[in-house]
């Protein structure tokens, strides 16, 4: 009998050690899970801090010369206001807007110019003018008939604008108010402009 029971206990031996493997893998499996994802969320922490490192880096780093859009203006406009033609190469408001970018350079005054589109005449000119005017410019310069006429019939309501009239004469017409200049087209120009210009800001205090 008795000898019956030990080999019954025997025959389950190599099941009991079975099973007891098989719970010992299990335990092995499940604390090297838990290890792996310690390890997983750590290289991820790593890779994070590399990442933002490096972001950190990159963003201090300023290859080049500096943006000119950060550039500061000061709160004083020069306009310019052409014909339909705009500031194209050759053109007299070509030279005007050089010597605008000039006096900009030179005293942080904002610049922008607007061309008169549509019919060239004074009547569709006039209300190109009054956008400009709008924009309170200290200094606003006028290239082409239509514009200078209106130019000048605006200064004399508008002594605190200084205005430039290019419109190929050599002389200031009868009649024209003291905040205005006449400029002749040529190579003097954008050094006539940028010399008002810069005047202006200087009496602006800016």
Known sequence: ??????????????ENRYKLGLLRAMTAAARLSRDRRAW???GAVTLVAVVAGVWVHLAGRQ????????????????????GDKGIAQGTDAAS??????RASLQTRARINYVPVTGAQSVANAQPFLNSLMQRHCGVLIAVGAPQTRVA???????????????????????????????????????????????RAVEASGQ
């Open 40 to 42: 997983l969320a750590a």
């Open 63 to 82: 290859d080049g010369p500096p943006d000119t859009r950060a550039r500061q203006y000061k709160e004083f406009d020069a306009c310019l206001l052409t």
């Open 152 to 198: 000048r019939e605006a200064a004399a309501d508008h002594a605190e604008v200084r205005f430039v009239l290019v419109d190929g004469t050599s002389s200031k017409p009868r009649g024209t108010a003291g905040n205005v200049t006449v400029a002749t087209p040529g190579d003097a120009l954008p050094e006539t402009v940028a010399s008002v210009i810069q």
């Open 96 to 101: 005007a807007w050089q010597g605008m970018q």
């Open 1 to 14: 009998m008795k000898t019956r029971r030990a080999w019954r206990a025997n025959d389950k031996a190599p």
